[in-house]
């Protein structure tokens, strides 16, 4: 009896990852349409900074308007796009949209925004691409001083000496370059002092800790600390509350980005906040 029922359970579990698999490849399909079809859109995160309590660029995150595969998160569709090769496409499409918003709102008159990118590994391992990257910038008629790179921090682990060379390339065009993520992959700060990057994104998971647990408060400190001394940036994420701003505020962490400044929203709201003069106010209350 007991064997039986355990046959079944396996049998179950099978049918479970059969029907699992087949809902990837709907979804992997679905996506490889994607673009053309005109599914994908950006929406753009305020970055601020402390000091100034001014915006002072964006970051840009995907989403995709399907009619069946809406409740993806950004997340596993970054998965599922990085397991079929498709990411090389998006990327390239995310950059490009990236950069063509952010022109229009230099020529709008808020000509000092940056924006900034999310670039998966398997996109940044690609040969060609710090000549993709410099196509699109002339393309798009966009300076590379206004435009920032994402590369987690469990892609950056990773770099050898080639990766590297690629960073450095990156860097010397003028374009900047963040460590996302920062904090969930163990690796030490000191390793990243050979590496030519500008910013640190402090992980949300620690800023959400930082009025429930004493360690993610010392994490984030010693963070800022190092950062401060190897002359990299800091950029807290996921800041939702007041209390939190005035703990990385005391820290002199350098940029928050967060659902309490604005959630991910349209262009179209994001220039409702460069223009809303009340935004100092609502930072320092
Ligand atoms: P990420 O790059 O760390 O982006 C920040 C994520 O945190 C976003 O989730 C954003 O909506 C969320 N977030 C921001 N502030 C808060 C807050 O105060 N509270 C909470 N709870 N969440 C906050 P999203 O848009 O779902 O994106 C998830 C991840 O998907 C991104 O994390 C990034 O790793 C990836 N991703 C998104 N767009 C792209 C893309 O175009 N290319 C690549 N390669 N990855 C992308
Ligand atoms: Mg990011
Ligand atoms: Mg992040
Ligand atoms: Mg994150």
Not at 245 to 264: T, Y
């Amino acid at each position: 009896q007991a064997k039986k029922q355990g046959g079944n359970r396996y049998q179950f579990f099978d049918q479970n990852i059969d029907r699992a698999i087949k809902i990837e490849q709907k979804v992997e399909n679905a996506l490889f349409h994607a673009i053309e079809k005109n599914e994908l859109y950006l929406v753009f995160q305020p970055i601020v900074d402390l000091k100034t309590n001014t915006i002072i660029g964006t970051e840009a995150l995907i989403r995709w308007d399907h009619d069946y595969f809406k409740q993806i998160t950004p997340l596993k569709l970054i998965e599922i796009a990085e397991q079929s090769g498709l990411i090389v496409d998006i990327g390239k499409w995310v950059l490009r949209e990236a950069l063509k918003q952010n022109k229009k709102w230099h020529d709008l008159g808020y000509s000092s925004m940056f924006v900034s990118v999310n670039i998966s590994a398997i996109q940044f391992d690609q040969p060609n691409f710090v000549s993709m990257v410099k196509s699109i910038l002339e393309e798009t008629s966009m300076s590379p001083e206004f435009l920032e790179l994402e590369v987690t921090e469990t892609n950056a682990m990773t770099m050898v000496d080639e990766k590297l060379a690629k960073m450095s390339k990156l860097k010397e065009m003028g374009i900047r370059i963040a460590i996302d993520d920062f904090g969930t992959g163990y690796s030490s700060l000191a390793y990243f002092t050979r590496f030519p990057i500008n910013t640190l994104k402090i992980d949300r998971s620690f800023v959400n800790e930082i009025y429930h647990d004493e360690n993610a408060k010392t994490i984030i400190t010693t963070i800022i600390n190092m950062a401060k001394t190897i002359n990299i940036a800091t950029t807290a994420e996921g800041v939702e509350t007041f209390d939190q701003v005035k703990f990385l505020e005391e820290q002199g962490c350098d940029k928050i980005q967060g659902f309490l400044i604005s959630r991910p929203v349209n262009p179209e709201d994001i220039e409702e906040l460069f223009k809303n003069k009340e935004l100092s106010k609502r930072i320092e209350a």
